[in-house]
C-alpha cells in the first residue's frame, strides 16, 4: 500500500529544483531545474559556476552548464531513470592534476564540451523531496591554452587538443519538488 502512495505522490510531480551535494562539498555553488514532458520524460538542466582560487598558486574556477534528457520506465521522479546528456565548460585550472592529462606546476585555460549516457536513481524521502544518485560516461573534447607554472613564471607552452572518455558526470543531489 506505501508503494502506491509513494507512487501517486511522485506521478503528480512536474517541476524540481536541485542542487548536487558532490559539487557543493567543493565549494562549487550549483543549481539544477527538472521539468516534466510527459509521463516517463523529463528534461534536466544543470549549472555550476566556481570562481574561487584554492590558494594563491591553484585554482579550478570554471563554469558548466549540463542538459539531460531523462527517460522514466516506470514514472517521473521515481525510481530508476535513463538519461542522454551533453555538457559546456568554460576553465582555467592552475596547479591541479585532473584525469585529462592535466598535472601539477601547470596552468590550463580552456572549453571542453560532450556528451554521454547515465542512469541513475531518486529515492522518494517524502511528498516535496527526493534524493538522486546519478552517474554519466561518455566523450569530451578539451581545447586550451597551457602554461608553465615552474619557478613562479607563467610561460607559455601552447595551444593543446584531448580527446577524453570516461565519466562526464557524477551526482548525489537533494531535489525539492516544487509542483
Known amino acids: 500500500m506505501l508503494g502506491l502512495f509513494v507512487s501517486g505522490?511522485?506521478?503528480a510531480q512536474s517541476l524540481a529544483l536541485k542542487t548536487n551535494l558532490l559539487y557543493d562539498a567543493t565549494t562549487t555553488p550549483n543549481l539544477g531545474v527538472e521539468v516534466s514532458m510527459g509521463k516517463?520524460?523529463?528534461l534536466d538542466i544543470s549549472g555550476n559556476y566556481n570562481p574561487w582560487d584554492l590558494s594563491t598558486?591553484?585554482?579550478v574556477k570554471h563554469w558548466l552548464a549540463q542538459p539531460e534528457l531523462r527517460y522514466w520506465p516506470v514514472e517521473r521522479f521515481n525510481g530508476h531513470f535513463l538519461g542522454v546528456h551533453g555538457y559546456y565548460m568554460?576553465?582555467?585550472f592552475k596547479d591541479v592534476r585532473l584525469p585529462m592529462g592535466m598535472k601539477r606546476n601547470e596552468g590550463f585555460?580552456?572549453?571542453a564540451y560532450g556528451a554521454g549516457i547515465a542512469y541513475g536513481y531518486q529515492l522518494y524521502l517524502s511528498a516535496r523531496w527526493n534524493l538522486e544518485f546519478t552517474a554519466g560516461f561518455g566523450y569530451g573534447y578539451y581545447?586550451?591554452?597551457k602554461?608553465?607554472?615552474d619557478k613562479g613564471d607563467n610561460e607559455y607552452l601552447g595551444l593543446y587538443k584531448t580527446d577524453y572518455w570516461g565519466v562526464t558526470k557524477i551526482g548525489?543531489?537533494?531535489i525539492y519538488l516544487l509542483k
Do not use: P, Q, W
Request: proline share 0%.
Open 109 to 111: 585555460d580552456g572549453t
Open 40 to 42: 516517463h520524460f523529463t
Open 90 to 92: 568554460d576553465y582555467v
Open 57 to 59: 598558486n591553484r585554482s
Open 147 to 149: 602554461f608553465s607554472l
Open 143 to 145: 581545447e586550451y591554452d
Open 172 to 174: 548525489v543531489s537533494i
Open 9 to 11: 505522490i511522485a506521478s
